[in-house]
C-alpha cells in the first residue's frame, strides 16, 4: 500500500459465479496500484428476495445462464483458473460468509476466501457443510473448532445481517460489488470487469 | 482487413444504453485488430417480452437502473462521449433500426447508427420519430424520402423480422451482443465490455 491512495471495498458473495475471478485477482489487482483492499462478504439472497427472486437470476432466466457459464469458462481460462460445474448452483454461502466476515477481522479472511472459492467452483465441495469448511481452516492452520463456534454466536449472525443490509443502503444488488468512498459520495461499481475501473477511481 | 482474420458481428438495439459506446468504438477497435466487422440492428422488445418484460429492466428493477446511468456515464467520460439524458427511456428504436438494416446492406449503415445513437443519448432527440430519422438520413446526403419508403416496406419489415429471429436462435438475451462464428460453433459476448474480448477471438 503506497502513495496515500483510496481504499476499494470488495463485496461479494459466495454462490456468485463471477465473484470467483475477482476474488482471486482482487488482491493483484490492488496491490500493483497501491491501493488499499477492504473484504466485505454479505449475501445476496434477501437483495435477491426483495426483488422477488427466490433463486439465481441464471436459473430463472436459463438463456442468461447459459451465456455466463460459457462466459465465465473464458474468464477462468484466461486467468488460468480451473472452472468445474459446482455440486449445486447457487450453493448456500451463510456459513462460510459468516466465517469470512470473522475472518475479515482477523487477517485470515481472504486466504479462506479464496480456499471456499476454488472449493465452490473448482473443487465440486458443498460449500453449505459445516466439515468442509472445517477442513478448509485447519489446512489455512486455523483452530476450525473454535472459529466455528464463534461465527455462530447470535451477535455474529448479526453482524453479518447488518453488512447486507449496509450492501443494500450503499446502492448494491448484485455481486461482486466493488465501492469507492470519496468526498463526494461512494461510487459503486459492478461485476469482476470493473475492478480495474473501480482501482483506478480509488487512485483519482 | 488483413491476416484473414474472422468476422465479428455487433448486435445492437437503439433503445441499449450500452449500445451507444459500443457503437462508437466498435469500427475502430475492430479495424486496428484486422477483424471484419458486420452491423446488425435488431430489436430486443420481442425478447424481453418473451422474458414477462414490458419494459427495460432497468427500469423494472430501479436500483439496477440507477447504476446502470451512473455506469455509463463514466464509460462515457472516459471515451469523450458526450452523454444527456434521452427525452424518454427507452426510446422505440423500430423505425431506425429498420432503416439501419437497409443501410447494413447499402453501405451508409454505420454512419446512421452513430447518428441515431447521438441524436438518442446526447441530442434528446425523438428517435421514433421519422421526422428526426429523415434529417439524420438528409445530413449524410441521402435520400430520406426515398430510404424511409423502402424501410417500411412489408417485406423489409420481414426482413428485420427476421434478423431479430436470428438473435434469439443465437441465444442473444441483450444489446450489444459480438458473435464469432467458428468451425465449432458462435461464440457470444454480451455487453460494450465484452468488445474487446469479441475481437481477440476473431483474431484466434
Redesign the interface.
Known amino acids: 500500500m503506497g502513495g496515500g491512495h483510496g481504499c476499494v471495498e470488495f463485496w461479494y458473495e459466495f454462490a456468485s459465479t463471477y465473484s470467483y475471478p475477482a476474488a482471486m485477482r482482487v488482491e493483484r489487482v490492488a496491490r500493483e496500484a497501491g491501493v488499499e483492499l477492504r473484504w466485505r462478504p454479505f449475501l445476496l439472497g434477501p437483495i435477491f428476495g426483495s426483488?422477488g427472486w427466490n433463486d439465481s437470476p441464471f436459473n430463472i432466466?436459463p438463456?442468461?445462464g447459459?451465456?455466463m457459464w460459457?462466459?465465465l469458462a473464458?474468464i477462468c481460462e484466461a486467468e488460468g483458473l480451473v472452472l468445474k460445474e459446482p455440486v449445486r448452483f447457487p450453493q448456500n454461502g451463510l456459513k462460510a460468509a459468516r466465517l469470512a466476515l470473522l475472518g475479515a477481522d482477523e487477517g485470515w479472511g481472504p486466504a479462506f476466501t479464496r480456499a471456499v472459492y476454488s472449493a465452490n467452483f473448482a473443487g465440486q465441495q458443498d460449500i453449505s457443510d459445516e466439515g468442509v469448511l472445517g477442513e478448509l481452516l485447519t489446512r489455512l492452520g486455523l483452530d476450525a473448532g473454535d472459529l466455528t463456534a464463534r461465527a455462530n454466536a447470535p451477535e455474529h449472525k448479526e453482524k453479518l445481517k447488518a453488512q447486507t443490509s449496509e450492501a443494500v443502503a450503499r446502492?448494491l444488488?448484485?455481486a461482486p460489488s466493488f465501492t469507492v468512498s470519496g468526498p463526494g459520495g461512494d461510487?459503486?461499481?459492478?461485476?469482476n470487469?470493473?475492478l480495474e475501473?473501480a482501482v483506478a477511481w480509488a487512485r483519482r
Open positions: 426483488q432466466y438463456v442468461k447459459r451465456y460459457r462466459d473464458r446502492g444488488f448484485g461510487e459503486l461499481f459492478w461485476g470487469d470493473r475501473a
